[in-house]
């Protein structure tokens, strides 16, 4: 029963390349979420995303950054050209629906994004 | 624009002693609430919620606390136990947008 999983857990990038971030929901879970924590900062929402549909980007930057849930595998964040403000943790979490009950889900453990 | 907000960055109380760490918000669309606990290297997991037609809810030494009219929750736990040091998120819910606090960091010493 294994809970949302992330990797990889640290991911080191310079300035300028690609970063690919993955989130396996739980089982059974179509909803998945992605949330930054900034340091100092809490967590801030970025995209929802249902399978093979963005519901609501409203958190993400409008540049570089993209995700995507498909049909078959992992959620993908992917941050192109990253600069050193995108060093971040990065949180997904999943839930069975959109309820109010299910926001009482799982998170992962998080990537840990350090450009350099 | 943060619309929640935890002023208290850090808070560190005596094993036994009650902890209550608080959390304010600016939006009124907000109808759901809930506190989520950090450990280092994990992700957060939830711990309690309140909806906003309540004003108080309670799970064993776990109370969340809800005033509609000054924007305010806390949650208070009784008794402390060193197991309970973490980081603790309160997130505020307006439909799909869920907006998390900046956390507090509890210690509670033995």
């Known amino acids: 029963n294994a809970g949302v999983m992330q990797n990889p857990r640290h991911l080191v990038r310079r300035r300028g390349q690609e970063a690919r971030l993955r989130c396996s929901p739980m089982?059974?879970?179509?909803?998945v979420y992605w949330y930054r924590q900034l340091p100092e900062e809490g967590l801030k929402f970025m995209v929802y995303l249902q399978k093979e549909n963005i519901i609501d980007e409203s958190g993400m930057p409008k540049e570089r950054f993209s995700a995507e849930f498909p049909k078959e595998g992992p959620s993908i964040l992917r941050i192109q050209q990253v600069v050193r403000g995108d060093s971040a943790a990065y949180f997904c979490?999943?839930?069975?629906?959109?309820?109010?009950?299910?926001?009482?889900?799982?998170f992962g453990p998080g990537t840990r994004l350090t450009v350099t | 624009d943060q619309q929640v907000k935890q002023n208290s960055p850090s808070l560190s109380v005596q094993e036994g002693r009650i902890s209550i760490l608080n959390c304010d918000y600016t939006n009124s669309m907000f109808d759901y609430f809930l506190w989520y606990k950090k450990y280092p290297a994990e992700g957060p997991t939830f711990l309690i919620s309140?909806?906003?037609?309540?004003d108080k809810n309670e799970d064993g030494r776990f109370t969340v606390f809800l005033n509609k009219s000054a924007k305010h929750l806390s949650l208070h736990i009784v008794p402390s136990q060193p197991g309970d040091s973490a980081v603790y998120f309160c997130a505020a819910l307006n439909n799909n947008d869920m907006r998390f606090g900046a956390g507090t960091r509890l210690t509670v010493k033995p």
């Open positions: 309140i909806s906003s037609i309540k």
């Open positions: 089982k059974g879970h179509s909803h």
């Open positions: 979490a999943s839930s069975r629906t959109s309820g109010r009950a299910d926001y009482e889900q799982y």
